[in-house]
T-cell receptor, first 115, second 117 residues
Framework: DTGVSQNPRHKITKRGQNVTFRCDPISEHNRLYWYRQTLGQGPEFLTYFQNEAQLEKSRLLSDRFSAERPKGSFSTLEIQRTEQGDSAMYLC?????????????FGPGTRLLVL | AQSVTQLDSQVPVFEEAPVELRCNYSSSVSVYLFWYVQYPNQGLQLLLKYLSGSTLVESINGFEAEFNKSQTSFHLRKPSVHISDTAEYFCAVSESGSGGSNYKLTFGKGTLLTVNP
């Protein structure tokens, strides 16, 4: 069990550019979540996958955001035409539902700065 | 919809003193409760959780939290803190239920615990 990994750890980009983040969950975890954390706030839910299916998206996830989880393994989060307001820490978590309950395990996050 | 309130944004304490970080939640359904800890520039680490059973839950590093349904609280306590406990602590809730539920977490804004020598 190597834990949840995220790449890159840091990303600096110019406004208007596209960025893509990757999350590798704990193996055999069938659920994968994306959260966004801005300075001084707790993480906020963006979207989640059960296996390869994206089952819910938050209103925070504008049409510039897209997430995928091909084959139910790793996931990518893409932001198109980045804006300064997209600057935040993007956190990925994975979990396995066990007996009607689950615990989410978080990766180290990707910190995005949009100039 | 659920919400979490962490009443203190910052809690400074001296080493070896006791500490309590307060968490209250609001939900129309049954919930699971969690405390996560975040060290600078790192992701969140699970500290402890309440899913069911005993309302008092403990972590391996001396923290404990008690689920109080009537007061809708899940306060975190430690009888004697160390400098290494300095970090931000987040309380979170998710909806409990069947395996088909979305267990997305709703977080509070966090409490920065600073332990001074």
């Amino acid at each position: 069990d190597t834990g949840v990994s995220q790449n890159p750890r840091h990303k600096i980009t110019k406004r208007g550019q596209n960025v893509t983040f990757r999350c590798d969950p704990i193996s055999e975890h069938n659920r994968l979540y994306w959260y966004r954390q801005t300075l001084g706030q707790g993480p906020e839910f963006l979207t989640y996958f059960q296996n390869e299916a994206q089952l819910e998206k938050s209103r925070l996830l504008s049409d510039r955001f897209s997430a995928e989880r091909p084959k139910g393994s790793f996931s990518t989060l893409e932001i198109q035409r980045t804006e300064q307001g997209d600057s935040a820490m993007y956190l990925c978590a994975s979990s396995r539902v066990d007996g009607g309950a689950e615990t989410q395990y978080f990766g180290p996050g990707t910190r995005l700065l949009v100039l | 919809a659920q919400s979490v309130t962490q009443l203190d944004s910052q809690v400074p304490v001296f080493e070896e003193a006791p500490v309590e970080l307060r968490c209250n939640y609001s939900s129309s359904v049954s919930v699971y409760l969690f405390w996560y800890v975040q060290y600078p520039n790192q992701g969140l680490q699970l500290l402890l959780k309440y899913l069911s059973g005993s309302t008092l839950v403990e972590s391996i590093n001396g923290f404990e939290a008690e689920f109080n349904k009537s007061q809708t609280s899940f306060h975190l306590r430690k009888p004697s803190v160390h400098i290494s406990d300095t970090a931000e602590y987040f309380c979170a809730v998710s909806e409990s239920g069947s395996g088909g539920s979305n267990y997305k977490l709703t977080f509070g804004k966090g409490t920065l615990l600073t332990v001074n020598p």
